[in-house]
Nanobody, 124 residues
């Protein structure tokens, strides 16, 4: 069974950091571009960052530039989202997704496999 599982979410104070993990089972992430998306209550899901299978990254949300980074460890079949200087507006459910298509995209329909999401809450 092909599966993505996110972990690492939780409650953090403003200015804090979290590292989310996206682990794959049943398939190898080496052949996929991996995106991180988030969805806040009452808002649409938005693409945040993506890393290609070659390791190049793209940031789609201006508000996270300079604060969030994406990386992959193919040996561990895992992709990470490092989030620093967190703000209350970063509060959302964060999802990772895998795309076997041409390249990274901020559009959710371009992704073939999705995790169940992990909650990130930034609050004092």
């Amino acid at each position: 069974q092909l599966q993505l599982v996110e972990s690492g979410g939780g409650l953090v104070q403003p200015g804090g950091s979290l590292r989310l993990s996206c682990a794959a089972s049943g398939f190898t992430l080496d052949y996929y571009h991996i995106g991180w998306f988030r969805q806040a209550p009452g808002k649409e899901r938005e693409g945040v960052l993506c890393v290609t299978k070659g390791g190049a990254s793209a940031t789609y949300t201006d508000s996270v530039k300079g604060r969030f980074t994406i990386s992959r460890d193919n040996a561990k079949n895992t992709v990470y989202l490092q989030m620093n200087s967190l703000k209350p507006e970063d509060t959302a459910v964060y999802y990772c997704a895998a795309s076997g298509r041409v390249g990274c995209s901020k559009m959710a329909y371009m992704y073939d496999y999705w995790g169940q999401g992990t909650q990130v809450t930034v609050s004092s």
